[in-house]
């Protein structure tokens, strides 16, 4: 593995995301979104191999576009549409027309309490084969429908439960998990019309862990990591009846992002207020495993993410930037070649061309 | 810039002065730097103007109309002076409106993170050396930059030249820094400081003198450009002898007079320079130049060059004639006064020592040659750099600090110098170390930019006296705009131990979400910021609601308190009692039953809910052929009806009767029937056990 390239860019990033490509392809473009700065802005970096040494360019930033207030998540639609979440309650749609970000739309004061808006806390596919219509969570407890072709938000989902949302993530066709930051995770059946969660149960029943974010498993989307505020990384399987939650012990505070590798799911990555951002994997790796084994599996036991793997610690972390950064990783986004990048408080940004994945 | 100046007649204005001056930022220098939107004249036009301080090194400003008896002061723009606007008058320790500074601030702050933490196992004077050259790498990367950034075409004029500005500011401290860290930081052996020295005049070339000279010999015949000799000057005071050969060699006269070429030739190609001094002495070092230079004396004497006056004013350098280096073609090819003080070193006196009184004087001299040359006064720059030659590292400190609107070279250098040990201060009037004082003037210019909070406080955490005051007061101010940035903030002040802020953080969006009517979060923040005061108080507002609706809001959260129920005995009675709801809608009666009499008896149900709690028994004590409570617990419960109805404020006063009285009166006789009904079915139950 290379030393990650470390580049001061200027601004606290929130969120980096790098622009979705074909399989085959090499992402060269990513976005990152800034917060707390006098004028916000998501920008455009291009991070491309120079044909003639071979190696990596620095990150470039290509085009930026002003905001109107703190990027607290990032969304792309596809390649031109970019959504981003704001923390004065605005979506805000951008489009990227030929490497040039301009601003196309933006919904106001989606997320309100008391008529003031609240801050957008996250954003997410309505299903996962839906692609126009997003949900989106507010720290008013809400989750908005906004349908990319209506000017206003189709409908809300309200369970008289003001707890702040700080994540949400869909799951199988119509139904929605959200985290919250008393630490509660409500499963919604989107097509039923009750507006109570079909199931509500708590990451931690002996003490108040908030949830600081969602995400599943590219393949096995039952399977559900949950960031706390704790430093631990849960797992779920959400088709048991009695939800059982793991625990992976890594950081020493809030889990700001965890998400698995999109084609290599056997590697987890995370990252934390801390100053770490850690590649997880399985000190037993299965290298001749079927492809489809995992899929087609009903006991959960073989898989490598399972509850006895997992409290039986056969994982191992490896620190993927040094352990002189202090500041908070706030975010970061693996490419489909391995390539990570990282945002951190210290205004900097941390790139690994190629990380080590099974 | 706004160069705000009050009327000594006008009591409000004088005395609004006076705080402006007396907020803890050193004085008038600080005034005159303050950016405004309030021009002069406006503040003319306007009539009182009233000033309050803040910690964000700004002075807010409203102006309000003349009084009618102020007719002295009365004039034509009366009425454009009704301005109900507020101004905020803002003076900046550091501009923070270009990405390159931004990056410096981030950069050096990493850098300074890393040197405080070398510096608390102890300093190796090598350690200062690498983080000084790389702050100095940091400062470069910020003027290249800002180089970059002035090529942007979409800029307005203005901000083109306030990029420009900081260009030449940040471009004229990386000169200063170098010489710095050569005069103060180095430890350099003897013979080495005008090695250092050359290479502090050739890294900030600023006349790039390398241009120039590739322009001169891009020609044909070299030697007619009109900058020939002049480049030949240049390069001769630079110390780069093999360039200066390598032009010569151009020279009609010296290809025409081969004698003569050869001879100088010699001589600059035996300049001693000096850059291993290992295994000699300063003795047999100062013995090598001598001869050399007694070499040239002899030669230069011997008239060898008379023939031209160029290479005679060549050679008369070399021989470090002081006569020379007055000339106005050698102070023409400097384009800085102190190329010419380097050159002028390297051939008079080639081994001095940062401390030696020469250096101070050679240098003014130059500075007033060069000044006397150009007809202009020293700028302020220059003076930084005399006094750094003077050895005056705290004189420095002082004028960058007064004549910059910078906090950044003083607080870094300081800090740096203060590790290395070079700078002897005494106790400040103010209360602190220069550098620490100068570090949270720093911190505070930073806290003003509304990104930069986390990076400011770590820089006070590392005042020992006053720094963590300022923290205190700064975190309380940091705008809480989403959670995330709360959580942040909560880490920031566990790591400094700063409890009392942390929970203030907590109870700020406690209140926050309360106002707003989300409890659910409110309860949340609360218990997060361990408030079990605010945590009583939302544990009351839940069950009045409750009380008033009939069925609880935010329920998820009181579901799963978990351990946070330990926080207050109204959250623990709060959870208890949504218990009792499920229990009793589960159907399990008898547990109900149970937990409702050790919430009445434990003592932690406040008394005014009692009344509730024992309606709430009433449906238990209806269920047909099924007795709930025991004897023993009818007692209990009886027993706390009986002190109810005598404590009841409404038994002294008959007269005053209401309706919510009337309706208690009737729900206590019911309750007491209910009740003593069940005492009957008990006993009864109890008879036919035994």
Partial sequence: ?358 | MADVEYDENDEERSSASRVGAGSGYNGDEEEEEATSSLTMSEVHTCGRVLLRTNPRNSIAIFTAPYDDHDDDHSNSDKETATSTDLYEVQWSGIVLTTDSVRKLVSQSHAFFMELQEYAGKGMDPDVCVKYSRLYRVALYECTQGLNYECENVDLEENELQDIKGQLEMYSLLNVLWHLCEILFIETLPVGCLIQQLLEWVRWHDRGDTDDVMNDVMSGVRPDTHQDYWSIVYRLTLQGRIDDVRKLLTYSSYCKENKKVFDSIDELLRKVPMIKSVIGHSRTELMGLWFVWNQECKRRRDRQDFVGCPQLNLLCGLLCGDKSCFSRPEVIDCCKMWYDMLVGRLLYTSPLILSTDYDLHVIAKDCLKLYCDHKGTAPYYFDTFILSALENKVIDVIKMVSSKLSNWWFVSHMTNLLHHRGSLVTSQLEYGSQLSEFLLIEYATALFVHPSLWEVAISYLSYCPTQGRHFMCSLVERVPLTTSTKALKLIRLCQRYEMTEEAQSICRVLARRCYGDGRMGSALTWCIKGQDATFAAFLAEKYFDFYESIGEFGDLSILDYLGDAVLLSNRLAFLSKYRDFHKQYSFGNYEAAGQLLVSLLTSGITLKKYWLTLLTDSIPLLQIPDKCVFSSADTYELLHILQEIDNTSSYSDQKDMITSQDEFSINKISLLRLALVRNLQSSLVLRERKH
Avoid at chain 1, 198 to 223: D, E, G, R
Avoid at chain 1, 311 to 327: C, D
Avoid at chain 1, 332 to 347: A, I, L, M
């Fill in chain 1, 1 to 358: 593995m290379s030393e990650p390239v470390l580049k001061y860019i200027g601004h606290k990033a929130s969120k980096v995301r790098w622009e979705p490509v074909e399989s085959i392809e090499r992402g060269t473009r990513f976005v990152t979104g800034s917060y707390d700065d006098k004028v916000n802005k998501v920008r455009l970096y291009n991070y491309s191999l120079d044909d003639s040494t071979g190696s990596f360019n620095e990150p470039n930033e290509v085009s930026s576009c002003s905001v109107s207030g703190d990027v607290t998540d990032l969304l792309f639609i596809d390649r031109r549409y970019l959504l981003v979440a704001l923390s004065n309650g605005s979506v805000s749609v951008i489009k990227n027309e030929d490497n040039t970000l301009c601003p196309a739309y933006e919904w106001k004061g989606v997320h309100c309490s008391n008529a003031s808006p609240v801050p957008v806390t996250s954003i997410t596919h309505y299903s996962l084969t839906n692609d126009d219509t997003v949900l989106t969570a507010g720290e008013d407890g809400r989750i908005a429908v906004l349908r990319l072709d209506k000017p206003t938000p189709s409908s809300f989902i309200d369970d008289k439960d003001s707890t702040s949302i700080t994540s949400l993530i869909s799951y199988y066709h119509s139904e929605v998990l959200a985290a919250n930051l008393s630490g509660q995770l409500k499963l919604w059946d989107l097509r039923a019309s009750s507006t109570a969660p079909a199931k509500t149960f708590p990451i931690s029943s002996s003490s108040m862990v908030s949830v600081n974010c969602l995400s599943h498993h590219p393949n096995q989307s039952h399977m559900i990591t949950a960031g706390c505020d704790n430093g631990s990384i849960g797992f779920l399987d959400l088709r048991q009846e009695r939800i059982p939650i793991s625990f992976l012990q890594g950081h020493t505070m809030e889990v700001w992002e965890s998400r698995f590798h999109s084609l290599y799911p056997d590697n987890l990555i995370s990252c934390s207020q801390d100053g770490s951002l850690l590649h997880w994997a399985s000190l037993q790796r299965h290298y001749n495993r079927d492809p489809h084994h995992a899929v087609s599996s009903s006991s959960n036991d073989d898989h490598i993410w399972s509850h006895t793997a997992i409290a039986k610690g056969n994982f191992e972390a490896t620190r993927l930037i040094p352990e002189s950064n202090v500041h908070s990783v706030n975010s970061f986004d693996v490419s489909n070649k391995n390539c990570v990048v990282g945002v951190t408080d210290g205004e900097a940004m941390y790139v690994l061309p190629n990380i080590d994945c099974h």
